[in-house]
């Protein structure tokens, strides 16, 4: 990898091409992504809270009502329970388990 690096700076470098077009990634394969950041942390915003919070006679979150909460919620067009759960995962959000970590009532 550093290799292809040195290799584009020495390439480019002569021509008296500004820095930063040097360093600029090239064009990857693949589609753009599919939702915006926005989108994405509103999903994260959503899985920290409860459900109840939002009518969801559940006790905790999952992927597939996290993605029906999403189109619900019109924040997402469609989206998988599958992408949800990869989305989770890459934030380390583990929403079934957002109560073992608070601290515990004090009691005055």
Same mark, same amino acid.
């Given at each position: =990898? ?9 390439? =480019? ?7 930063? @077009? ?6 990857? @394969? !693949? !589609?753009?992504?599919?939702?915006? #950041?926005? /989108?994405?942390? /509103?999903?994260? @915003? #959503? @899985? ?6 939002? !009518? ?7 992927? %597939? ?5 999403? =189109?619900? /919620? ?11 759960? &990869? ?9 079934? %388990?957002? &109560? ?9």
């Amino acid at each position: =990898m550093s290799r292809r690096w040195r290799d584009r700076w020495l390439e =480019m470098r002569p021509r008296d091409i500004v820095v930063e @077009a040097c360093l600029h990634d090239a064009p990857r @394969a !693949g !589609g753009p992504p599919s939702f915006t #950041l926005e /989108q994405i942390i /509103q999903l994260y @915003a #959503l @899985a920290c809270a409860p459900p109840e919070q939002y !009518g969801r006679p559940i006790s905790h979150w999952t992927p %597939q009502e996290l993605a029906d909460e999403l =189109m619900q /919620q019109q924040i997402v067009e469609c989206i998988s329970p599958l992408h949800v759960g &990869r989305l989770l995962k890459e934030a380390d959000l583990k929403p079934h %388990q957002s &109560r073992y970590w608070l601290p515990p009532r004090l009691r005055i």
